[in-house]
């Protein structure tokens, strides 16, 4: 049998085949090439924000390191004075002047003098605070055994509540425990929440206590038996410049005080936690310091 011709059939599915190739691929690139826009306009978008992130992250450093040069650059201007105002006080009350001052006299220069060291401390803890914020002084962090810190640091505590008639109380539970931390960072908190509780609560005691958690952290709990602190702005009187709440006598708060303990707290890698539950009766300040700065001896 004579063997038919092939090759026009041949020639004729090869030319198809390739017309469909060309009619697919057009398809296809029409239908692909919106999604591979759109994900490159997203792409150009992201790098965008990150790009403006990236400024304005720089900025805020920036920010935070002029903060605390110009707060050290003036440091000098503000102490001076303020020192000549303590000093001449104090020579009024001991009588140094050469004049004997009378009851009035003396009185309006202890309130000079109270005030003017209240400021001083103000001052120094408001650039200390800002100088490890800002880089320009780094945590001094050491192993501290803090029943010997509790004790050392008892009288000044004591000397911040005569004017508030109230008690102090520390207790250390358990074995001796030892904290890595910056002492005077450490000071500066305890130190605020006693003056704030002297301040506010209206109670009868403070008590100091530093216990083991059961997860291994330190927790430091200032407590009081006062009248507690009103549930609603429990979480604005950590903010700069808000007063736990009103006192019934002159105002003495600056509102800094929690903000110092939570900045401070933050540095050390510790939270803290107020609670002020009808149950607790009064108000109990926790500064819980991570396992990591529990130091094992």
Same mark, same amino acid.
């Given at each position: 049998?004579?063997?038919? #011709?092939?090759?026009? =059939?041949?020639?004729?599915?090869?030319?198809?085949?390739?017309?469909?190739?060309?009619?697919?691929?057009? *398809?296809?690139?029409? !239908?692909?090439?919106?999604?591979?826009?759109?994900?490159?306009?997203?792409?150009?978008?992201?790098? +965008? $924000?990150?790009?403006? *992130?990236?400024?304005? #992250?720089?900025?805020?450093?920036?920010?935070?390191?002029?903060?605390?040069?110009? &707060?050290?650059?003036?440091?000098?201007? /503000?102490?001076?004075? /303020?020192?000549?105002?303590?000093?001449?006080?104090?020579?009024?009350?001991?009588?140094?002047?050469?004049?004997?001052?009378?009851?009035?006299? +003396?009185?309006?220069?202890?309130?000079?003098?109270?005030?003017?060291?209240? *400021?001083?401390?103000?001052?120094?803890? &408001?650039?200390?605070?800002?100088?490890?914020?800002?880089?320009?002084?780094?945590?001094?962090?050491?192993?501290?055994? &803090?029943?010997? @810190?509790?004790?050392? !640091?008892?009288?000044?505590?004591? #000397?911040?509540?005569?004017?508030?008639?109230? +008690?102090?109380?520390?207790?250390?539970?358990?074995?001796? &425990?030892?904290?890595?931390?910056?002492?005077?960072?450490?000071?500066?908190?305890?130190?605020?929440?006693?003056? #704030?509780?002297?301040?506010?609560?209206?109670?009868? =005691?403070?008590?100091?206590? @530093?216990?083991?958690?059961?997860?291994?952290?330190?927790?430091?709990?200032?407590?009081?038996?006062?009248?507690? =602190?009103?549930?609603?702005?429990?979480?604005? =009187?950590?903010?700069?410049?808000?007063?736990?709440?009103?006192?019934?006598?002159?105002?003495?708060?600056?509102?800094?005080? $929690?903000?110092?303990?939570?900045?401070?707290?933050? /540095?050390?890698?510790?939270?803290?936690?107020?609670?002020?539950?009808?149950?607790?009766?009064?108000?109990?300040?926790?500064?819980? @310091?991570?396992?990591?700065?529990?130091?094992?001896?």
């Amino acid at each position: 049998m004579p063997v038919p #011709n092939l090759t026009p =059939i041949i020639d004729k599915a090869t030319s198809t085949a390739i017309i469909l190739a060309i009619i697919s691929s057009g *398809l296809g690139g029409l !239908l692909v090439w919106p999604i591979v826009a759109r994900q490159h306009a997203t792409l150009r978008r992201t790098e +965008n $924000l990150a790009a403006q *992130l990236d400024l304005k #992250n720089k900025a805020l450093e920036e920010a935070g390191r002029a903060k605390g040069r110009f &707060l050290a650059g003036i440091s000098h201007d /503000l102490k001076t004075p /303020l020192n000549s105002i303590v000093g001449f006080a104090q020579m009024i009350q001991d009588g140094i002047t050469g004049t004997a001052p009378n009851d009035q006299a +003396n009185n309006y220069a202890g309130y000079i003098h109270e005030s003017g060291t209240n *400021l001083g401390r103000l001052i120094d803890q &408001l650039l200390d605070i800002s100088r490890i914020d800002s880089g320009l002084r780094d945590l001094d962090e050491k192993a501290i055994d &803090l029943a010997s @810190f509790i004790t050392d !640091l008892r009288p000044m505590l004591e #000397n911040t509540l005569k004017s508030s008639s109230m +008690n102090l109380s520390t207790d250390l539970k358990g074995d001796a &425990l030892i904290l890595c931390a910056d002492k005077r960072a450490l000071m500066c908190i305890i130190e605020n929440l006693v003056e #704030n509780a002297a301040k506010y609560s209206e109670g009868s =005691i403070i008590t100091i206590e @530093f216990v083991a958690g059961d997860s291994g952290e330190i927790i430091l709990q200032v407590s009081d038996d006062g009248k507690g =602190i009103d549930p609603q702005g429990r979480s604005e =009187i950590t903010k700069f410049g808000v007063r736990a709440q009103e006192t019934s006598g002159p105002a003495s708060g600056y509102g800094i005080g $929690l903000w110092s303990v939570v900045t401070l707290a933050v /540095l050390h890698d510790a939270t803290v936690e107020i609670d002020t539950s009808p149950k607790l009766g009064g108000c109990r300040v926790s500064v819980k @310091f991570p396992r990591t700065r529990h130091v094992i001896r």
